[in-house]
C-alpha cells in the first residue's frame, strides 16, 4: 500500500514538473535560465502606476519597509546600452519615526529589489575596497551634494551599511539621517 501511494505521489509530481517545464517562465513573469538581467526586463517588471520608472523602482525597494518622505535619486538601469556597467540605486529620504536598526527584505524578495540582510555598524570597514568607492563610481549622475551625504552616513557610528562581497552593492541606512540607500556599480 505504501509502495502505491509513493508511486501515486511521485508520478504526480513528475507530470506537474514536466507540464510547468513545458510552458517556459514567460507565463509567469520570470526570466528564463538564459536570460540576462538589463534595465529593460527590470523595467519591465516594475507595476508603472502613474510615476516615471525611476520613481517606481525606489518605491519598489522601500515601499514595503519604510515610509518614503522623497525619492532623492533612483535609477534602474543595470548596464548602459552599449553593454558597459552602469549604476542602479534607490535612494530615499524617509519619514519620521522610523527604527534606530535598519529593516530587511523579506524571503523571496528579487536580489535587484532586496534591502538589507548583513548589516554593519558605521564606520566600520571590511576588507578589500572601501564601501566610498561604490559611491565614487555613481554619484556624478546625483545632485550635488546627495554623494557627500552618504558618505557622512557611512563615517559617523550609529549607522548602518551591507556591502557586496564582490563590492558592486552598498547599501545604507540611517535613522538619524532619515536616509536609505541600495546603490550597485555593475550589470
Not at 530587511?104 to 570597514?125: F, H, V
Not at 535613522?175 to 550597485?184: D, H, T, V
Amino acid at each position: 500500500m505504501l509502495a502505491v501511494v509513493a508511486g501515486i505521489f511521485f508520478l504526480g509530481g513528475w507530470a506537474w514538473f514536466a507540464y510547468v517545464q513545458g510552458r517556459g517562465a514567460e507565463p509567469y513573469g520570470a526570466l528564463g535560465s538564459h536570460e540576462g538581467l538589463t534595465g529593460k526586463t527590470l523595467a519591465a517588471m516594475l507595476p508603472m502606476g502613474g510615476g516615471d520608472t525611476a520613481e517606481a523602482y525606489a518605491r519598489k525597494v522601500f515601499g514595503g519597509l519604510l515610509p518614503i518622505d522623497t525619492v532623492l535619486a533612483s535609477k534602474i538601469t543595470a548596464s548602459s546600452e552599449d553593454g558597459a556597467p552602469s549604476c542602479s540605486y534607490a535612494i530615499v529620504r524617509t519619514g519620521t519615526g522610523i527604527a534606530r536598526t535598519p529593516p530587511t527584505s523579506a524571503l523571496g524578495t528579487a536580489w535587484w529589489e532586496r534591502y538589507g540582510g548583513e548589516w554593519r555598524q558605521t564606520p566600520e570597514r571590511l576588507f578589500g575596497a572601501l564601501p566610498i568607492d561604490v559611491l565614487a563610481l555613481c554619484e556624478a549622475e546625483w545632485k550635488a551634494g546627495l554623494g557627500d551625504e552618504l558618505q557622512q552616513a557611512l563615517d559617523a557610528p550609529g549607522n548602518w551599511y551591507m556591502r557586496s562581497a564582490t563590492g558592486e552593492d552598498l547599501q545604507i541606512f540611517s535613522a538619524e539621517g532619515r536616509l536609505a540607500a541600495r546603490i550597485r556599480n555593475g550589470s
